[in-house]
């Protein structure tokens, strides 16, 4: 068999699709395998270059091919996509990985360890609960309000709620149905405790989430976030690489010296951007009720802009403070992220 210097790997649960090309970049390998045959097969090869698009197991097999010598880089979907010629099958998508991983300006995704996955994995069960109980409380309410039992907003009420409806003279069927509610609420209720819990040990346990909840809107849980998602902060060439990569920059529409400017791109982690939004809505709440730092930069902008405007620049802004914590080793500066206004 010819040399071979980088091969493509397209994935799925059972069959994975290999394209390779050789010294000259012609095509040398075009294989399909089966899952238990891939060790076979890549233990015997010499080791090359392996590209493979970053999604589920993709991680797993970068952690399984480098054990045998080869290097694997990781790359997300969507950079993969304009290499992919006329047609969609396996085959052009592997002829694609194998294209887009030699072009020298592609970027890739860091190799995830099994104690950042494990990591991860607790970050996802929680989101998981959390949307369960929003869920169940919210058919809570509604099947409460058909029998005219309403309450405030606020996860509080729901037991609450639950007990006047227990004591409310209803149908036996119907109390009988809001006590299984009750039973599951409560049940995830303690799940969520109970992830919450492990959460914060991982918290007081690394160094590096403990700086970035120094920083306004970051608490706990958002720093947890951010270590457990960019294990290597110096992957991205700046902090507005960073806050790009999150989806918290504007959309650029620009073309023949005209710029245009759109909406925040949205493009990366959605739990990420999400808790760094909501933290930025609890800076704003605090500021205009007079509490926590006072920052000019914020009092200027929620003058000229609405709050939840002014609040994604201020996850934007979060989000690089947080980049530059976690590349230099740095603590919270608050005298340097806000410096007062210029005087005359």
């Known amino acids: 068999m010819e040399k071979i210097i980088r091969i493509g790997m397209d994935t799925s649960k059972s069959v994975f699709q290999l ?13 399909k395998l089966h899952r238990k045959e891939m060790v076979k097969f890549f233990s015997q090869l010499e ?5 493979i698009e970053a999604c589920g197991g993709s991680h797993h097999w970068a952690r399984a091919l480098g054990a045998l010598g080869h290097t694997v880089k990781l790359m997300a979907p969507q950079l993969v996509k304009p290499y992919v010629k006329r047609g ?34 607790l970050i996802g069960l929680r989101d998981g609960l959390v949307r369960r109980r ?14 005219g039992l309403v309450a405030a907003k606020g996860l509080e009420r729901i037991e609450r ?12 069927l119907a109390g009988e149905l809001f006590g299984l509610l009750g039973r599951d609420y409560a049940c995830l209720q303690e799940q969520v405790r109970e992830v919450e819990a492990r959460l914060m040990a991982w918290h007081r346990e690394n160094e590096v989430s403990r700086r970035l909840a120094q920083a306004p809107g970051i608490g706990p849980i958002g720093a947890t976030m951010l270590v457990m998602k960019t294990p290597d902060p110096h992957a991205f060439r700046s ?10 920059t504007p959309k650029d529409h620009s073309t023949a010296g005209k710029v245009r400017l759109g909406g925040i791109t949205r493009a990366g982690d959605e739990a990420l951007r ?8 609890s800076v704003i709440r605090q500021a205009r009720q007079g509490k926590g730092h006072r920052s000019p930069w914020l009092a200027g902008l929620l003058q000229r802009k609405p709050p ?27 005298g340097r992220s806000s410096p007062a206004p210029k005087t005359a």
Not at 94 to 101: G, R, W
Not at 161 to 172: G, M, S, T, V, Y
Request: with cysteine; net charge positive; glycine share 4%.
């Open 19 to 31: 394209h390779g090309v050789n010294e000259v970049e012609q095509p040398v390998v075009r294989k």
């Open 47 to 51: 080791p090359t270059v392996v590209g």
């Open 88 to 121: 969609k099958n396996d085959a052009a998508d592997a002829a694609a990985l194998c294209e887009a991983m030699s072009r020298p300006t592609m970027r890739f995704v860091p190799v995830k360890s099994l104690d950042q996955q494990a990591a991860l994995m």
């Open 134 to 147: 929003t869920q169940l409380s919210n058919a809570i309410r509604g099947y409460a309000t058909e029998f």
């Open 161 to 172: 709620l639950l007990a006047r409806a227990q004591a409310a003279d209803l149908p036996a």
């Open 239 to 248: 902090a507005r690489d960073f806050a790009a990569w999150i989806g918290l």
């Open 274 to 281: 999400s808790v760094l939004v909501v933290g930025a809505m």
């Open 308 to 334: 939840k405007v002014a609040a994604v620049a201020l996850a934007n802004k979060m989000a690089r403070v947080a980049w530059k914590m976690m590349a230099t080793g740095e603590c919270y500066d608050a």
